[in-house]
């Protein structure tokens, strides 16, 4: 998919983060500044769409999904550079905008990884915008293929220090000897490290406005390429992780990922149990 055309899902995620200040009313769930810009001419053209179609079950439903994850991670982040934490992984970043939109109340440095092809075509998307972009924070790999550890340390970061590493709408996407390779190679990172991961749930666990939307969205995501490969119930991601050096500090529903008053709203956003977050730890050795 990366050679043909650049990735719809990280469009379409980052669209939706855009939207959601435009469409949706207040109180919002996330403040994403910057992807508009960073879109540029797409801006327009998609969230012109959210802005007929806003309230469809995949439009409404993606704007969810993308600000209550990203609401919790970073908030996640911030509590940890409180506490001293230097280093952010981005696993599967896209068009992820937190470098751009951190200032000086989270200071950490940031890592972003994902397929070169898609790291190009973001430097493109950069500097059409005009957006700065720190040094040294790209780093290719093919999730499939790749060698993650040894990317990450070639690019600077340092594996005897913590991170947080998020690895967001990701996941699903790829195959479960990719899943386990990359939280094999997250478990031997320095002990403090935490992992907030999104992954998607077996038909079984979903709840009915996860189920439909699943009925839209995974097939229209394997027609573009895309296919979701990979799903897991709780339980079994939490021995899969334990397997990799990772201990589980808990399973977060949509509706629980953000404060119940974000979801007291008066627009379409509702949340919808399709795709959880797993919140995991590298424990003392």
């Known amino acids: 998919m990366y050679a043909a055309q650049p990735s719809q899902t990280a469009i379409m995620a980052a669209a939706a983060r855009a939207a959601h200040l435009v469409v949706d ?47 919790y991670t970073e908030r996640r982040l911030a509590e940890l550079a409180r506490g001293g934490l230097e280093q952010y992984v981005v696993l599967g970043a896209g068009l992820d905008t937190f470098a751009h939109r951190s200032g000086p109340t989270v200071r950490v440095e940031v890592f972003e990884v994902d397929h070169p092809a898609t790291q190009q075509w973001k430097r493109g998307l950069l500097a059409a915008a005009g957006i700065d972009r720190p040094e ?34 990701v996941s699903m996407y790829l195959t479960r000897d990719a899943v386990e390779a990359t939280l094999a190679a997250v478990g031997r990172f320095a002990p403090g490290t935490e992992l907030v991961m999104e992954y998607a749930l077996p038909p079984t666990l979903r709840d009915e406005r ?5 009925d839209f969205a995974l097939p229209a ?65």
Do not use: K, M, N
């Not at 040294?136 to 550890?149: A, I, M, R, S």
């Not at 996860?210 to 699943?214: F, N, P, T």
């Open 136 to 169: 040294g924070t790209f780093v290719p790999v093919d999730f499939e293929t790749g060698d993650l550890t040894t990317a990450l340390t070639s690019a600077g970061f340092d594996p005897s220090r913590p991170a947080l590493v998020s690895w967001l709408g």
């Open 221 to 285: 995501a394997a027609e573009r390429g895309e296919p979701w490969l990979s799903f897991f119930a709780p339980g079994d991601l939490s021995a899969l992780l334990e397997r990799h050096g990772l201990a589980t500090a808990g399973h977060v529903r949509q509706a629980d990922s953000v404060g119940a008053a974000l979801w007291r709203r008066s627009d379409a956003l509702r949340p919808a149990d399709l795709c959880r977050l797993v919140r995991a730890t590298v424990p003392a050795r």
């Open 25 to 71: 009313r207040e109180p919002f769930i996330f403040h994403d500044t910057a992807a508009a810009s960073l879109l540029g001419p797409l801006a327009e053209e998609i969230i012109g769409y959210h802005r007929v179609h806003g309230d469809h079950l995949i439009l409404a439903g993606t704007r969810a999904q993308v600000t209550a994850r990203s609401h």
């Open 210 to 214: 996860g189920g439909a939307y699943a």
